[in-house]
């Protein structure tokens, strides 16, 4: 019996440590990491092409967002395949970042992301396509 109460007082004291220590998780926070995705452009004589997206978002602090997109290439249509970083804002659940320096294979392009999140998923436009992304 005593054996028992001193377990019971020891388990009691480490939930009380764990929870006491706990941070909840802030909603910002929960917008990081990679999502993969892609949108469709018209690429003229070739129609529609779907181009891959990687999205790293690996801070979100205050409203403010950073990472990196990957964009890769359609057939045709490469000349703007390559990494970007991209900084900007997340209020509520509109996340809008634009690349912060030239990419692409004459580092001549940029790239602008307006999306919606929503849990594991991001909806919206890269370059005012319409995209879609999940984790």
Known sequence: MRALRLLLAVVTLLVASFLAHAQPVR???????????????????????????????????????????????????????????????????????????????ARDCDIALDLTWSGKKLVGTVDGNEAKFSK
Request: hydrophobic share 35%.
């Open 27 to 105: 909603e910002a926070d929960s917008v990081l990491g990679r999502y993969k995705g892609s949108y469709t452009v018209l690429v003229a004589e070739f129609g529609f092409q779907r181009v891959g997206v990687t999205l790293e978002i690996t801070s979100a602090a205050g409203g403010t967002v950073t990472g990196k997109a990957i964009r890769g290439s359609a057939p045709n249509h490469g000349t703007c395949r390559g990494d970007y970083k991209v900084a900007g804002t997340l209020k509520g659940k509109s996340l809008v970042l634009r690349s912060i320096e030239k990419s692409g294979l």
